[in-house]
């Protein structure tokens, strides 16, 4: 391996969130599977609980899809078949675990604290988050939606609450920023 290869791997390592996690429940379609991995590894998810109680969990094959790009290889993905299983871990860790189950009494993901520890839960395609996982929640989070349609594809859902999360960490700087806006600080404060 090279050394500028190495330096690659350490920094995006080290920009790693250990307290925040996603759980995908019974996400079915392996293309979004895939592109959430992507945008797991985007944003510096440190664990990905793949939770499949209904479906099967996707084969280690499927995680390495087109959608997923070459994301899976470098996240730390761990499968069960046990929502209170899950939930134990998740609570033994001090991660709250914030839904995403788009009925009841459900925040703004802005108004939520993602910068503390969190495991974001993202729900089946057809039968969003189960009931059994919301019993769990400590939180609802649901993206303000305007429109005629009810919800996100579940990536696109992901992928905003994954910023959203990357984003408040970032500005309390106690997380990654992304080389671009570090460049684009270095270059006001040369100013
Ligand atoms: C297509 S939606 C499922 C819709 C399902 N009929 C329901 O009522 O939950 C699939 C998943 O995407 C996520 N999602 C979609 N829209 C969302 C929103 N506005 N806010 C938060 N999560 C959303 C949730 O995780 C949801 O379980």
């Keep these: 391996m090279t050394p500028n ?16 996690a996603i759980v995908l429940e019974n996400v079915d379609d392996p293309h979004n599977v895939g592109a959430i991995l992507r945008s797991c590894d985007a944003f510096g998810v440190g664990e990905v609980h793949l939770l499949y109680t209904v479906n099967k969990a ?8 087109k959608s997923a790009a070459s994301a899976a ?7 069960w078949d046990s929502v209170a ?9 001090k991660f709250k675990i914030a839904v995403t189950k788009l009925t009841g009494s459900a925040i703004d993901p802005a ?7 969190v495991a974001i839960v993202i729900g089946n395609e057809h039968d ?7 019993k769990k929640a400590d939180l609802n989070l649901v993206i303000p939606m305007v429109g005629f349609v009810q919800s996100f594809n579940v990536s696109v859902a992901a992928a905003l ?26 270059r006001s404060r040369a100013k």
């Design 111 to 117: 108004k939520a604290d993602l910068a503390a520890p």
């Design 73 to 79: 290889k470098w996240l730390k993905i761990t499968k």
């Design 128 to 134: 969003g988050v189960s009931d059994q996982l919301s």
């Design 5 to 20: 290869r190495q330096h690659k791997i350490e920094q995006v390592m080290s920009q790693r969130q250990k307290t925040l």
């Design 161 to 186: 609450l994954l910023y959203e999360a990357f984003r408040q960490r970032a500005s309390r700087a106690s997380a990654p920023k992304s080389s671009s806006s570090s460049r684009l600080a270095k």
């Design 58 to 65: 996707p084969k280690n094959r499927e995680l390495r899809s």
């Design 85 to 93: 299983k899950l939930a134990s871990y998740l609570k033994k860790k």
